[in-house]
């Protein structure tokens, strides 16, 4: 199951602004390969991600997520069908989704550990330290869907960690992370700057990778943080709408 936006991967991290709104524009990357008899495509994306005071919108092609932990309010934006659903935060499965699927997803939570490297490289401008992430989905004892992350950071930027602590933690509960692995995560310190990845299934695996394209302050669109005007509003989301 490719599970949630792969927009979320880059949010290990919060950022903050000091001025103007903050501005990270981002490509992804994931290889193709065939499964089950089905041949997946390759596929790549740009978005952006905007971040002032407690709020952040991701934006993406196809779908787009709004924090405003302020407001303890999410929107979930589904561009492929322009619907969106408003969740309140923290972020509560049953509340959000059909019962059935509200106990899979209790079910196939994903845990993980975080190692730091000594390993740095230079980034653009920026000087940054690796960090190792593994993932998987833990069930009857076992590991299923294992993902091995290099995760590149750097402290080059302003960080505000208190102020942004519980916005990262529900783009932790939307990806369906176990509480212990949001805290794990939390030992990453610095901006995400880039990442490859390595994703395990049976018999096979692929990979994917995100980089960083350019961060910068300044004024957002207007209509930045909120729901597209024209959308039609649903009290629930499907798992159509968290496959990546």
Sequence with gaps: MRVLLAACLMLFIPITAVHA???????SHTDGYYNGGVTYPPEDED????????????????????????????FFINHIDSTYAEIDLPLDWPAVVPEQLAGRL????RHGEVRETD????????????????????????????????????????????????????????????DDFIKELGKIQGVQMASETVNYRQ??????????????????PADVYSVPEGYTKKEQLSIQDLRG
């Excluded at 209790?106 to 939570?109: A, E, V």
């Excluded at 299923?144 to 402290?155: C, N």
Aim: charged share 30%; net charge negative; with cysteine.
């Design 106 to 109: 209790q079910i196939f939570r």
């Design 203 to 220: 018999g096979f695996s692929f990979g994917s990778n995100e980089d960083l394209l350019e961060a910068f302050e300044e004024d957002p």
């Design 119 to 178: 390993e740095t490289k230079k980034i653009g401008e920026w000087n940054c330290k690796g960090y190792d992430v593994a993932s998987w989905i833990l069930y009857e004892g076992n590991r299923y869907y294992e993902v091995e992350t290099k995760v590149w950071v750097t402290t080059d930027l302003p960080i505000d960690l208190d102020t942004y602590a519980p916005v990262v933690d529900e783009i932790g509960r939307l990806r369906n992370y176990h």
């Design 21 to 27: 709104d903050f501005c990270v524009k981002q490509k």
């Design 47 to 74: 978005r952006e991600i905007w971040i002032a005071g407690d709020k952040m919108a991701v934006i993406g092609k196809n779908r787009s997520i709004i924090i405003d932990s302020g407001k303890k309010l999410m």
